[in-house]
């Protein structure tokens, strides 16, 4: 059964980074496009990021210019790094590879 692991979340500052990792088991990880999700509480499920299985980008517009979406085919595992963090980007970051999601991992950007 395939499982997806998120880590790397965290508090940090406004205006700083996190890299958030997403490490999936199982052999079929190369043929999957992935997405990060976000949730902040009283809101919808968002999309912020998306990768295909041929490494194409597609990125929210709030976070366009900020975070890079990456993918190391070799590990099964998929990065989101975040720049320039604001108050805004707190929430639940989820990974996503087809109907499967990982557990989430809370971003707080606070002074």
């Known amino acids: 059964q395939v499982q997806l692991v998120e880590s790397g979340g965290g508090l940090v500052q406004p205006g700083g980074s996190l890299r958030l990792s997403c490490a999936a088991s199982?052999?079929?990880?190369?043929?999957?496009?992935m997405g990060w999700y976000r949730q902040a509480p009283g809101k919808q499920r968002e999309l912020v990021a998306s990768?295909?299985?041929?490494?194409?980008?597609n990125y929210a517009d709030s976070v366009k210019g900020r975070f890079t979406i990456s993918r190391d085919n070799a590990k099964k595992t998929v990065y989101l790094q975040m720049k320039s963090l604001k108050p805004e980007d707190t929430a639940v970051y989820y990974c996503?590879?087809?109907?499967?999601w990982g557990q989430g991992t809370q971003v707080t950007v606070s002074s």
């Open positions: 199982g052999s079929i990880f190369t043929i999957y496009n």
């Open positions: 990768i295909t299985s041929g490494g194409s980008t």
């Open positions: 996503n590879m087809g109907t499967r």
